[in-house]
């Protein structure tokens, strides 16, 4: 887990603490730093206490976002930091339109699979 920089924290617009994630979820604070290690979600330190957090847009009705565990592995694949692919995952893209996460929460995972996929060409 890193600690996030400002420029990219500014680009998630929402953070949720691992209990709230764990809430979420309804699932035990164990299970989601078990997710986070397995790259299933990323969590970043951020704030004055570097608290771990994950982005909200990860997290969808009870569960997390369909796609999201295939294109971190992806982009995992691809050579990205848990930094990079948050950039990435939040920073707008015209072509989609909105952000990866956008498309993510939209249930149009291909899409941002498809984008993914061409960053290692």
């Known amino acids: 887990m890193t600690e996030i920089d400002a420029k990219t924290d500014a680009l ?10 764990a809430e979420r979820l309804g699932v035990e604070v164990t299970r989601v730093r078990q ?3 397995e790259g299933q979600l990323i969590a ?3 704030g004055e206490n570097k608290v771990l957090q994950v982005p909200a847009d990860f997290i969808g009705e009870g569960r997390i976002v369909k796609g999201l565990s295939g294109t971190i592995t992806l982009l995992k694949d691809d050579g990205f930091s848990d930094e990079e692919m948050l ?9 989609l339109p909105g952000t990866p996460a956008q498309a ?3 249930n ?13 060409v």
């Open 108 to 120: 149009r995972g291909t899409e941002v699979k498809r984008r993914a996929q061409a960053l290692a």
């Open 104 to 106: 993510l929460r939209e």
């Open 44 to 46: 970043v330190r951020r």
């Open 12 to 21: 998630v617009p929402a953070w949720l603490t691992v209990p709230d994630v």
């Open 35 to 37: 997710l986070i290690k």
């Open 87 to 95: 950039e990435w995952l939040f920073t707008p893209d015209d072509s």
